[in-house]
């Protein structure tokens, strides 16, 4: 059974910087797809960034792009989120995903079956 537990959330100020850090239990990061998503009080849920399985290329979403950088660190069996430059509207609970989904659904919540419980990013004006 995977598990993911997510950690690095916080209280920031706009134009402040954060790191995300998502640890596998149970099975390899490596052989997953893994990915961020993020989701705000009343809105649905909304794709960050992901690694396809074996790390054959990194996807993000137009608004996080170039402010944030996804990486990994096999040995620790851990993902991490670099968040640069963060706006307001970064603000939300941040999730991470396993699983393996279709390449053409890498950006959407569909074939990620295991999520980890989130962590709460707040950035203030």
């Known amino acids: 059974q995977v598990q993911l537990v997510e950690s690095g959330g916080g209280l920031v100020q706009a134009g402040d910087s954060l790191r995300l850090s998502c640890g596998a239990s149970?099975?390899?990061?490596?052989?997953?797809?893994m990915a961020w998503f993020r989701q705000a009080p009343g809105r649905e849920r909304e794709f960050v960034a992901a690694f396809r399985r074996n790390g054959s290329r990194t996807y993000y979403a137009g608004s996080v792009k170039g402010r944030f950088t996804l990486s990994r660190d096999n040995a620790k069996n851990t993902i991490f989120l670099q968040m640069n430059s963060l706006k307001p509207e970064d603000t939300a609970v941040y999730l991470c995903?396993?699983?393996?989904?279709?390449?053409?659904?890498?950006?959407?919540?569909?074939?990620?079956?295991?999520w980890g419980q989130g962590t709460q990013v707040t950035v203030s004006p």
């Open positions: 149970g099975r390899t990061i490596s052989t997953d797809t």
């Open positions: 995903a396993a699983g393996s989904p279709i390449l053409s659904a890498t950006m959407t919540s569909q074939g990620y079956r295991t």
